[in-house]
C-alpha cells in the first residue's frame, strides 16, 4: 500500500464522496471477522485546505475488553491529525501523542484507552475517539490514513486479534472562478483551474455553450488538429483554439493550476499556462535554448503575435506569459515545460 497522498482519477473521487455520505455511525466494514474490527465514519473523508474535518473511530467488539492502542499514520503534506477528542469513549483512561515521522514517508499519532483493572468492557459498538483532521495542501491531494501496532487486552491482559480497515482523506484546494471575455471569431485559451469533479467541455464550457460552434487542441506528435466533442476531457496545460459565433464571456470554477509540467515535440506545441502570470524569457527557463519562439493570438486583431528569446524589446509583440491564454512554442528538440 503506498503510504503518502497521491492523486487519484475523478471517477475514485466521486466514488470517495458518494462513500463519505451514505455511511452512518451504525455502519460497520463488510466481512468483519476478528474479535475486535476498527473502522472510521467516514472511512473516506474529504475537507478543505486550512480547515477542519472530524472523523470518529468505532471498534464492534464481540469480546469483553480492558485496553486498547492504535498507531494512525497520514501524509503531513495533505493532512495532519491535530486533535484526538475521547468525548463517548466507554474506555475512561485515554491519551494520545502526535509522535512524528514514521519511517514510511508519513507522520502518525498513537492514540489509547483503557479501563480500571476489574472494570471491563462487555461486547459492542464502541465509539472510540473523533480526528480532527486539518487539510494541509493548497492543492487537490489524497492522503492513505492507515493503522498499525494496534494493540488490545482481554481482563487477562491476553492479546486479543484485532484488525482496522484502512481510510483516505481528500483534501480539497480553495475554489474560485475563471472568466474571461471572448470575442467573436476565433479565441487562442487555456485552462487555470482544474474542476476535480467534471472537466468535459460540456461542463468547462457550460457558460458559453449557445456561443460557440467548433474547439480544436493541436496534437503535436502527428502535427494535426483535433475536433473536441462535449463528452471530451479538457486539460490543464493545454492550448485550445474555440470559435464563438458571438462575443461572450467564459466562466468556469475549479482550484488553482500552480504548476505544470508539458512534454514538447519539435514543432509546433500549441500549450496553456497556469493561474499565474509570468514574465519572459523566465518562464521559460525549463526549456532555454530548445525554442525557437513563442505565438500568442491577438483575438480583438485575429491575428498572431510573436515573442523571440534574445530578440531586442522592439521586434517582441508580448513579454509575458498570462492565465487563461494559449500559446504555440516552437520547440527545436523534445523538452519539457515544466513552470514554476
Given amino acids: 500500500m503506498k503510504r503518502n497522498g497521491r492523486i487519484v482519477s475523478t471517477s475514485l473521487l466521486a466514488m470517495v464522496m458518494v462513500l463519505s455520505m451514505v455511511l452512518t455511525l451504525s455502519v460497520m466494514p463488510v466481512g468483519a471477522q476478528d474479535p475486535w474490527e476498527g473502522y472510521l465514519v467516514p472511512q473516506n473523508s474529504t475537507g478543505s485546505y486550512g480547515a477542519d474535518t472530524y472523523v470518529d473511530i468505532y471498534a464492534n467488539a464481540t469480546v469483553t475488553t480492558w485496553m486498547w492502542q492504535v498507531d494512525i499514520h497520514f501524509d503531513l503534506s495533505c493532512v495532519n491529525i491535530t486533535n484526538v477528542d475521547f468525548t463517548g469513549c466507554p474506555y475512561p483512561m485515554t491519551q494520545w501523542h502526535w509522535l512524528g515521522p514514521d519511517g ?18 462487555p461486547p459492542g459498538i464502541h465509539k472510540l475517539a473523533t ?8 492543492s487537490y491531494c489524497v492522503s492513505d490514513i492507515w493503522f498499525d501496532n494496534n494493540l488490545v487486552s482481554d481482563p487477562d491482559n ?11 482523506f481528500t483534501c480539497m484546494a480553495p475554489q474560485e472562478t475563471f472568466s474571461k471575455e471572448l470575442v467573436e471569431g476565433w479565441n487562442l485559451i487555456s485552462l487555470p483551474l482544474t474542476n476535480t469533479t467534471n472537466m468535459t467541455v460540456a461542463n468547462i464550457m457550460s457558460s458559453i455553450s449557445s456561443k460557440y460552434d467548433a474547439l480544436y487542441r493541436y496534437d503535436a ?19 485550445y483554439f474555440i470559435h464563438m459565433t458571438s462575443a461572450g464571456t467564459w466562466t468556469y470554477s ?5 504548476a505544470m509540467d508539458i512534454a514538447l515535440e519539435p514543432g509546433l506545441n500549441m500549450v496553456g499556462w497556469v493561474n499565474t502570470s509570468a514574465d519572459l524569457p523566465d518562464a521559460l527557463n525549463s526549456i532555454a535554448g530548445n525554442y525557437r519562439y513563442v505565438a500568442k493570438w491577438n483575438a480583438t486583431a485575429q491575428s498572431y503575435e510573436v515573442y523571440v528569446a534574445g530578440a531586442p524589446a522592439a521586434f517582441n509583440d508580448f513579454t509575458m506569459m498570462e492565465r487563461g491564454e494559449g500559446y504555440f512554442i516552437v520547440a527545436t528538440t523534445n523538452c519539457t515545460l515544466t513552470y514554476p
Avoid: F
Fill in 104 to 121: 514510511h514517508g508519513g507522520y502518525y499519532v498513537r492514540v489509547m484507552g483503557s479501563r480500571i483493572l476489574g472494570n471491563y468492557q
Fill in 131 to 138: 480526528l480532527t483532521l486539518h487539510g494541509m495542501s493548497p
Fill in 158 to 168: 491476553q492479546p486479543v486479534q484485532n484488525s482496522y480497515t484502512d481510510g483516505t
Fill in 221 to 239: 506528435s502527428i502535427h494535426s488538429w483535433v475536433a473536441l466533442s462535449s463528452s471530451d476531457t479538457m486539460e490543464n496545460g493545454v492550448g
Fill in 254 to 258: 475549479g482550484s488553482a493550476y500552480t
